[in-house]
């Protein structure tokens, strides 16, 4: 009789447990806010909260501006960071949820941020 032993399959399933600690969790939801909207993600403070058995991140940030002084000169500078800062909020919330998804696998049922301040950049592209 002869014993034939199988390599594990990539991705399957194995016993066991994995954890992500808070921290890690907090340092990739800093990072994805960060990059969303431009900003250094030691800028960016979150917090967890259960709802309802998943994780809601709640940010509070700065936002990368244009200089006000360019957009008065010309107005696409706006365009050129991704639009309104309300445009922007909005649609962060979808990208930070997806990558800190993506990156850690845990579940978020929402995104919540508040914006407190402004940091001026000169970037953006004019349309």
Known sequence: MSI??????PGAAMAG???ISTQALTSVA???AGEALGVPAHD???NWSDDDGLLALSLVMP???PNLTAVVRDAGRVAGFGGSIW???VAAKAQILRRVTELTGAQL???DIRISGAAVRGGGRVH
């Not at 034939?4 to 399959?9: D, K, N």
């Open 30 to 32: 800093r990072a994805a």
């Open 4 to 9: 034939t032993a199988e390599a594990p399959i």
């Open 17 to 19: 447990h994995n954890r």
């Open 109 to 111: 049922s929402r995104v």
């Open 44 to 46: 960016v403070r979150a």
């Open 87 to 89: 445009e922007r909020a």
């Open 63 to 65: 936002v990368a501006v």
